[in-house]
């Protein structure tokens, strides 16, 4: 067990539809990253936290995807209009100072009809 | 850039074989970590080790080994008697100070 909890674990949702997902590292996580992994691939970075600072977005975080981590503590990640293409594993991974290993959460696996 | 390169997408062993999975990396960084992590069908993923680049010394685990060459750009993954608790994906990966990038994947499943 990592410590770090993610909520909901599955959510199926109507195409167009938002949603938001919850992820609550351990207290020595200062940094806090969310990861997006699709079947038979492996998972890919989306955006990283250092406390309640975002400081990297990928790419692949579109217009449509926002995360905040407002007191440096848990983190949201929201996905507003969803399309099919985010049916996805979106996975959480906290990191404390050292900034050595990365400890993942059980992620939420999100299916768009 | 960074890239992961996992060539076997699906290894098939039976139970107390050898294993070895592949990893091969790109990166213009010096400073640099290496890292293998694995998923079991519960889906949730599972650190195992991390290595920097200065450190080219090889580790053993009880029966998990990694050998680290920095000439071929290769950080592999033995697993030795292998057993049916071993079947996951396994993922190398690689990392700066920050973000993590991944291979594909190598689908390891051991046989009884």
């Known amino acids: 067990d990592t410590g770090v909890s993610q909520d909901p674990r599955h959510k199926i949702t109507k195409r167009g539809q938002n949603v938001t997902f919850r992820c609550d590292p351990i207290s020595e996580h200062n940094r806090l990253y969310w990861y997006r992994q699709t079947l038979g691939q492996g998972p890919e970075f989306l955006t990283y936290?250092?406390?309640?600072?975002?400081?990297?977005k990928s790419r692949l975080l579109s217009d449509r995807f926002s995360a905040e981590r407002p007191k440096g503590s848990f983190s949201t990640l929201e996905i507003q209009r969803t399309e099919q293409g985010d049916s996805a594993m979106y996975l959480c991974a906290g990191q404390d100072s050292s900034y050595n290993e990365q400890f993942f959460g059980p992620g939420t696996r999100l299916t768009v009809l | 850039a960074q890239k992961v390169t996992q060539a076997q997408t699906e290894i098939s062993v039976v139970e107390k074989e050898d294993v070895t999975l592949d990893c091969v990396y790109e990166?213009?960084?010096?400073?640099?970590?290496l890292f293998w992590y694995k998923q079991p069908p519960s889906g949730e993923l599972v650190f195992l080790i991390r290595r920097n680049s200065f450190d080219e010394q090889n580790e053993i685990s009880g029966r998990y080994s990694w050998n680290f060459q920095k000439s071929t750009s290769s950080f592999n993954f033995t697993i030795t008697a292998s057993q049916v608790v071993d079947s996951a994906v396994y993922f190398c990966a690689l990392s700066g100070y920050s973000t993590l990038t991944f291979g594909k994947g190598t689908m390891l499943l051991v046989s009884p």
């Open positions: 936290f250092q406390n309640e600072a975002q400081l990297e």
């Open positions: 990166t213009r960084d010096t400073t640099y970590y």
